[in-house]
């Protein structure tokens, strides 16, 4: 059975942290059963954007100088490392906007901006046969993914398993969204991914989550938990869990199950520590999806519309040209190229959109929203 384990932590304060992370370790058999002495770690932060930690869009620093901390306790190495959604040149404003380069170089850890790639060929993949990951991800003993605990407009839900999307370095991510442009796909290539790196744990940052239009551009929402485990797609079903979610109702939890890699079923996880029920709570934004708009649909109505939906529902980026800087990292992070140059902001030739909501991630200035139609929006009240 997998285990997940939940402990709470009400904030920030690094000694409050430092003793929630070791005893979410400690519930699931300690760091030493994962991490070897002499052993390389590669830890996995997400970065996503250069946002300061208060944003809740990045892994927290002290959820990270905590790791580190008990990865040098069990007499491993920890290396921090990170290819963020943002084009490459600005990795090193993110790493000091997200204080996350700090934390890991006061505690002694490398941090390595990921650029060269290893092939990865796996006739098994369900959506490209051959993945060009991280040289220092794959070269690690043990890689641990450290997400933050987020809403996503295009996945719904981004833990433990998305947060590997940044072990592709550069250009390849946008092209990999590009061969797999639907939600559905998408959670194959993640599964891929996931299958290809093999990390051996998660530890989650949801002290302060994110909550509506996740992952950069929602609000910070208190969680008040740190999960631990072994099992990704365990620990990525019991965060969707508490938000709100049915843990299958998330592609990539939902795909990755169902190719055996873990449990996403809630009565086959065992969760140590604070039980489920004290930390769920009801009232949590979830994500613009389409999908999550029709579970407010009645079963008869739903039948029709699902089929409907496409052409009745639209949920769809819009820019704010008084926002808008004309900074042009949306045009390059578009994978359809589906923005073009305006007069005053960027404008999107809808046919092109896949709605993954790139651009709304890489917009620092929050100048990418949503734009719902009537239906939509009533939905949605
Ligand atoms: S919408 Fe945002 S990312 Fe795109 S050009 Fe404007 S400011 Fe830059
Ligand atoms: S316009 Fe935005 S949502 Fe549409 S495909 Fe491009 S990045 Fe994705």
Known sequence: MSIVSLVKCEDYGQKKVDEAVRQSLELIGGLGSIVGRGQRAMLKVNILNADRPEKAVTTHPALLRSVIRCVKEVGGEAVVGEAS?????????????????????EEGADVINFQKVLKVENPKNKMVPTLHIAKEVLSSDVVISLPKLKTHNFTLF?????????????????????????????????????????????????????????????????????????????????????????????????????????????DKIEVRGTPLDEVKIDDYELASSINVLLKKVPGPILFILKYLAPLLLKVEPQVDPLKCTECGACLEHCPTGAMNTGSDCPVIARKKCIKCFCCQEVCLERAVGIRYNWLARKLKM
């Not at 943002?86 to 170089?105: G, P, T």
């Not at 938990?225 to 965060?239: F, N, Q």
């Open 85 to 105: 959604g943002i084009v490459y040149k600005d990795m090193e404003r993110a790493w000091r906007a997200s204080r996350l380069k700090e934390a890991a170089q």
């Open 158 to 266: 981004t833990g433990a398993i998305k947060n590997l999307y940044g072990c592709i370095p550069g250009f390849r991510k946008k092209e990999l969204h590009r061969l797999a442009p639907r939600p559905e796909e998408f959670a194959k290539l993640m599964v891929d991914i996931l299958c290809a790196i093999k990390p051996k744990l998660a530890v989650m940052d949801g002290i302060v989550g994110m909550e509506g239009d996740g992952p950069a551009a929602g609000s910070p929402r208190q969680v008040g938990v740190i999960l631990a485990s072994k099992d990704l797609v365990a620990l990525d079903a019991i965060a969707s869990y508490i938000i709100g979610y049915d843990p299958l109702d998330i592609d990539i939890t939902r795909v990755a199950a169902e190719r055996g890699v873990g449990t996403a079923n809630i």
